[in-house]
């Protein structure tokens, strides 16, 4: 019997807008590209590369237009960074007995300072390692958020395999 896999790594980010109070105003779910770059990460953390140990994590998120190809190494225009301290991985058991591997990584942006609306298009996971030149692990381009100053953004990125 073949022991063929048929799950490939994918990443689905959650974007909540919330006001001061907590309320969710708006939330949106878009599924996103992994980069050469991530899935060279990946590879060498499998290989147990010490070089590719991740020293911290972050969602980056930016104002550029142009649709995610798999050789982006940056956004098109990074404006934001919020990072995750502590980010998980578990094992989900789905309903038809099957399981797979979800890495969460989860960041909020505070409110604007400022009374102008920010509007946001790009999104990514970008993963430092050491005093190296961060990478960017994924990327999404989605319709356009206003980020303002009486809401703040809270965004869940879920990468399984």
């Given at each position: 019997m073949n022991g063929k896999e048929?799950?490939?790594?994918?990443?689905?980010?959650?974007?909540?807008?919330?006001?001061?109070?907590?309320?969710?105003m708006e939330r949106r779910r878009v599924?996103?590209?992994?980069?050469?770059?991530?899935?060279?990460?990946?590879?060498?953390?499998?290989?147990?590369?010490?070089?590719?140990?991740?020293?911290?994590?972050?969602?980056?998120?930016?104002?550029?237009?142009?649709?995610?190809i798999p050789a982006d190494i940056q956004l098109g225009t990074k404006v934001d960074e919020a990072i995750d301290p502590a980010p998980k991985v578990e094992v989900i058991t789905l309903s038809d007995n099957s399981s797979l591997v979800r890495a969460t990584v989860t960041a909020t942006l505070p409110p604007l300072g400022q009374s102008t609306v920010q509007p946001l298009t790009e999104a990514g996971i970008q993963i430092l390692?050491?005093?190296?030149?961060?990478?960017?692990?994924?990327?999404v381009r989605f319709e356009e958020v206003n980020r303002g100053p009486n809401m703040e953004m809270k965004m869940t990125w879920e990468i399984s395999f």
């Open positions: 048929t799950q490939g790594m994918n990443g689905v980010l959650t974007l909540e807008l919330r006001n001061l109070d907590g309320s969710l599924p996103n590209l992994i980069t050469i770059a991530g899935k060279q990460l990946v590879a060498e953390l499998l290989m147990g590369r010490v070089n590719a140990l991740p020293t911290r994590w972050s969602i980056v998120v930016g104002t550029g237009i142009n649709t995610p390692q050491g005093a190296a030149t961060p990478i960017l692990f994924n990327r």
